[in-house]
């Protein structure tokens, strides 16, 4: 039982250069999620997809782009990286159902990224 | 919009000591409160949710938090830590996370 595994783990990019983080979960979960980790910033939510074929912007959307592939993967794109991006990059998944928040997270175990 | 503050950055505490983490919440609603574990190079894993009911929730590990309307908080608990509870801890309301507290395990 994988749960939700994120690829690679850790990459160096130099700015300017571009690259995709590729996140897939096998729990059936419909919504999925991208944070980055800072220190003293906690987690900030990216971008976001409640349901396959959907996408919308978190708090702090620019200079990335996603792509909702199918129900099991999310992807999250680098276009030009700017060292200001380098951090930890987390994707989660969880059940929208219900009482919508209700449901937990479930994270990845993260992709560390530097821009030189 | 709703936000959570972690007003410790670090603690340090005595193996069998007791742990409170505080959280406060800004919400005007109902909150979803989440308290979630990270342990160093791994993801953030769920110790405890509280959505409605009894304010007080147990949790995996052996935490519990104690949700208080009055005081918006919702701080995290444990009586006696063991040294694999050294970690980063994040308090949550839906989507939206706290900067964190790290915790140190002394011998």
């Known amino acids: 039982n994988a749960g939700v595994t994120q690829t690679p783990k850790f990459q160096v990019l130099k700015t300017g250069q571009s690259m995709t983080l590729q996140c897939a979960q096998d729990m059936n979960h419909n919504s999925m999620y991208w944070y980055r980790q800072d220190p003293g910033m906690g987690l900030r939510l990216i971008y976001y997809?409640?349901?396959?074929?959907?996408?919308d912007k978190g708090e702090v959307p620019n200079g990335y782009n996603v792509s909702r592939l199918n129900k099991r993967e999310f992807s999250l794109r680098l276009e030009s990286a700017a060292p200001s991006q380098t951090s930890v990059y987390f994707c989660?998944?969880?059940?929208?159902?219900?009482?919508?928040?209700?449901?937990?997270?479930?994270f990845g175990n993260g992709t560390r990224l530097t821009v030189t | 919009a709703q936000s959570v503050t972690q007003p410790d950055i670090h603690i340090t505490v005595s193996e069998g000591a007791s742990l409170e983490l505080r959280c406060n919440y800004s919400y005007g609603a109902t909150p979803y409160l989440f308290w979630y574990v990270q342990s160093p190079g791994q993801g953030l894993q769920l110790l405890l949710k509280?959505?409605?009911?009894?304010?007080l929730v147990q949790g995996i590990k052996g935490f519990e938090a104690e949700f208080k309307r009055s005081q918006s908080s919702f701080n995290l608990r444990k009586p006696s830590v063991h040294w694999s509870d050294a970690a980063e801890y994040f308090c949550?309301?839906?989507?939206?996370f706290g900067a964190g507290t790290t915790v140190t395990v002394r011998a």
């Open positions: 989660a998944s969880r059940k929208l159902e219900g009482q919508a928040f209700y449901s937990p997270l479930h």
């Open positions: 949550a309301i839906k989507l939206s």
């Open positions: 509280y959505f409605s009911g009894d304010t």
């Open positions: 997809s409640a349901s396959e074929g959907t996408t």
